[in-house]
């Protein structure tokens, strides 16, 4: 394979580690096609293992992202339509402020519904911490997952 196309490999799979942690693209499905591109054109049992080792990362990152910071938000009673309002609200952030505004309008989204729901401050910046630090945790474990596969894969390019 020429070194062209590794290069334009790793390139997709920097653009999705940068969409796992500025959700705009989906990074590890990024992560996971440039790597299943570069399995198929490596055309190798190591290129088949790098890219099944890759997808186990992937998926077990996925499934950990899902279940752990929600569980610890039901644990600090945070209710999934105060996310909801906080992603509604970060998605028209991000267009209406660029870079930051996805996090603002999340921040704010989830606070006004916490701010509703609890009809106090203090309560509702408690219960929006809790939720932000759920999201944080989701954004680093997937990170975790896309960085490992990425990891093995550039391990994979430079020494097979």
């Known amino acids: 394979m020429s070194v062209g196309v590794e290069v334009l490999i790793g390139l997709a799979i920097v653009v999705g580690l940068v969409g796992v942690v500025l959700p ?67 998605i028209v952030g991000f267009f209406v402020i660029p870079v930051v505004g996805l996090l603002i309008g999340f921040l ?14 203090s309560d509702a910046w408690r219960s929006t911490v809790h939720a932000t630090k759920a999201v944080g945790l989701s954004i680093l474990v997937e990170l975790l997952g896309a960085l490992l596969a990425a990891g093995i894969w550039l391990a994979a390019a430079i020494f097979v």
Not at 48 to 75: N, Q
Not at 108 to 121: F, I, S
């Open 24 to 90: 705009i693209l989906p990074g590890a499905l990024l992560i996971l096609g440039a790597i299943a591109v570069w399995a198929i054109l490596e055309g190798t049992g190591t290129g088949w293992a790098v890219f099944a080792a890759a997808a186990l990362l992937l998926i077990v990152s996925g499934v950990v992202k899902y279940t752990w910071p929600g569980r610890r938000m039901r644990d600090a009673g945070v209710p999934k339509r105060s996310l909801v309002a906080g992603a509604l609200l970060g």
């Open 108 to 121: 704010l989204g989830t606070y006004l519904a916490e701010v509703h729901r609890h009809r106090t401050h």
